[in-house]
């Protein structure tokens, strides 16, 4: 099993940067597709984006050239670049990874959330 530990979250301005990352622990067969979903308050979680083992990623059409994903396979850390921060942005942030365990089988992990809150 893995645990997810996600980092980076903050206030910042309209406009503005923050890097988020996730890391895990634990061991497993290998790890499948990385992903951000986030929550604002009182929606649905949504997908944000996602990337594969073979660094296919995908994304949200509202943070399409805004967001870069990233992931290290050997660290087994996955980042999100977001850039132009709009007020809209603002969410908790939650990292996802799907993943094959040592005896075969898959499963998945959910990181505790970072808060991103975008505001003047």
């Known amino acids: 099993q893995l645990q997810l530990v996600e980092s980076g979250g903050g206030l910042v301005q309209p406009g503005g940067s923050l890097r988020l990352s996730c890391a895990a622990s634990?061991?497993?067969?290998?790890?499948?597709?990385m992903a951000w979903y986030r929550q604002a308050p009182g929606k649905q979680r949504e997908l944000v984006a996602s990337i594969t083992s073979s660094d296919m990623a995908n994304y949200a059409d509202s943070v399409k050239g805004r967001f870069t994903i990233s992931r290290d396979n050997a660290k087994n850390t996955v980042d999100l670049q977001m850039n132009s921060l709009k007020p809209e942005d603002t969410a908790a942030y939650y990292c996802?990874?799907?993943?094959?365990?040592?005896?075969?089988?898959?499963?998945?992990?959910w990181g505790q959330g970072t808060q991103v809150t975008v505001s003047s």
């Open positions: 996802n990874y799907e993943y094959i365990l040592l005896f075969g089988g898959r499963s998945g992990a």
């Open positions: 634990g061991t497993v067969f290998s790890i499948n597709t």
